[in-house]
């Protein structure tokens, strides 16, 4: 084998596995209940490749993997295509939802003022999660006054 030859296998197997990871990502964002190991379709994509073990490296492997257990779930469970994609953005929802709880459970922010007005402001962490996430800050801090005045814990302001 020549240099050339060499060069060129390498320069596919960079974009081979770059397709790879795209493919993998487009599968992530359209199903991001995947992260979740104990989900419905975590189980039925893990099924699909275990049937289909070509489809673990092969660059479009994680779409078409996809692409039959969105098949699967329509032909043999009875779920319809628009209720498989309403699903999705539910559980990239929830997802949101889930972080936003997760971080307002450990909020550590700082408080000043008198008993009735409580001034609260969020610390950096906070604020880039409202950026991350889409949210106003002033909504967020005026949630979180609420969740500590309700008296649930880990909330501090």
């Known amino acids: 084998m020549n240099a050339q030859n060499v060069i060129a296998t390498n320069n596919q197997a960079v974009q081979n596995n770059n397709a790879l990871e795209k493919s993998k990502t487009r599968v992530m964002e359209r199903h991001p209940e995947l992260l979740d190991d104990n989900s419905e379709k975590t189980r039925l994509f893990k099924q699909v490749l275990a049937n289909n073990p070509d489809y673990v490296n ?3 492997g994680p779409i078409y993997a996809m692409r039959d257990m969105e ?3 329509e ?3 009875g779920y319809k295509r628009s209720d498989i994609v ?3 953005k539910k559980g990239a929802q929830r997802e949101a939802g889930r972080q936003h709880r997760i971080v307002l459970s450990g909020a550590k922010g700082k408080a000043s003022g008198g008993d ?3 001034k ?3 610390s950096k962490d906070e604020a880039e999660f409202c950026k991350i996430n889409d949210l106003d800050p002033k909504e967020f801090a005026k949630n979180k ?3 500590a005045k309700s008296g649930k814990e880990g909330v501090t302001i």
């Open 58 to 60: 092969h660059p479009n």
């Open 71 to 73: 098949d699967h779930m």
């Open 75 to 77: 032909t043999v469970l």
């Open 86 to 88: 309403t699903a999705e």
């Open 116 to 118: 009735g007005d409580t």
């Open 120 to 122: 609260v402001s969020i």
């Open 145 to 147: 006054k609420k969740l």
